[in-house]
T-cell receptor
Framework: GDSVTQMEGPVTLSEEAFLTINCTYTATGYPSLFWYVQYPGEGLQLLLKATKADDKGSNKGFEATYRKETTSFHLEKGSVQVSDSAVYFCAQFNQAGTALIFGKGTTLSVSS | NAGVTQTPKFRVLKTGQSMTLLCAQDMNHEYMYWYRQDPGMGLRLIHYSVGEGTTAKGEVPDGYNVSRLKKQNFLLGLESAAPSQTSVYFC???????????FGEGSRLTVL
């Protein structure tokens, strides 16, 4: 069935370091892809999305490019801040297209 | 602007007890979802609704029931709670199949 797979965490970085969180998907066709972020004690919120192949989603300095050749949607940021410490989830629609299915989440911890 | 509100935020139950989680949204969204979040498992979809009076099963529906009698409310019921249902429950809503979900702050349920 359709699924998303994220790299295992936690990811621990120093402030201003480069961030990559890997995400790959399995699906029939080319689903829209999403990154959500969950800050401590809060619900998830949409960070960015891409709706078709080669699209690049971006927000708050984060970017992800939809690559159908490698079925990937890796999240990147050039210079992380302490305030980026959170759990990041990759997601896509389920096969019926009616709800999102999420990866297991990757915890990012940034220290100053 | 409240967005998505979940009640209660915390609850402790004994095995076999029943309870209902209430989710209310004030954004006039058609679609509503219940997810559970467990360590190492990410978010898993329990049930969802694509409109008033409709519900559908997600990935992990067993042991839960839902109702959507009013467009703004989505109730999640546990008829006979089990320790395996100890989790953080998130409600979310969306305007359509855009993939942009708005989440509540979560309800932490412990079943002893």
């Amino acid at each position: 069935g359709d699924s998303v797979t994220q790299m295992e965490g936690p990811v621990t970085l120093s402030e201003e370091a480069f961030l990559t969180i890997n995400c790959t998907y399995t699906a029939t066709g080319y689903p829209s892809l999403f990154w959500y972020v969950q800050y401590p004690g809060e619900g998830l919120q949409l960070l960015l999305k891409a709706t078709k192949a080669d699209d690049k989603g971006s927000n708050k300095g984060f970017e992800a490019t939809y690559r159908k050749e490698t079925t990937s949607f890796h999240l990147e940021k050039g210079s992380v801040q302490v305030s980026d410490s959170a759990v990041y989830f990759c997601a896509q629609f389920n096969q019926a297209g009616t709800a999102l299915i999420f990866g297991k989440g990757t915890t990012l911890s940034v220290s100053s | 602007n409240a967005g998505v509100t979940q009640t209660p935020k915390f609850r402790v139950l004994k095995t076999g007890q029943s309870m209902t989680l209430l989710c209310a949204q004030d954004m006039n969204h058609e679609y509503m979802y219940w997810y559970r979040q467990d360590p190492g498992m990410g978010l898993r979809l329990i049930h969802y609704s694509v409109g008033e009076g409709t519900t559908a099963k997600g990935e992990v529906p067993d042991g839960y029931n839902v109702s959507r009698l009013k467009k703004q409310n989505f109730l999640l019921g546990l008829e006979s709670a089990a320790p395996s249902q100890t989790s953080v429950y998130f409600c979310a809503s969306s305007y359509g199949y855009t993939g942009e979900l708005f989440f509540g702050e979560g309800s932490r349920l412990t079943v002893l």
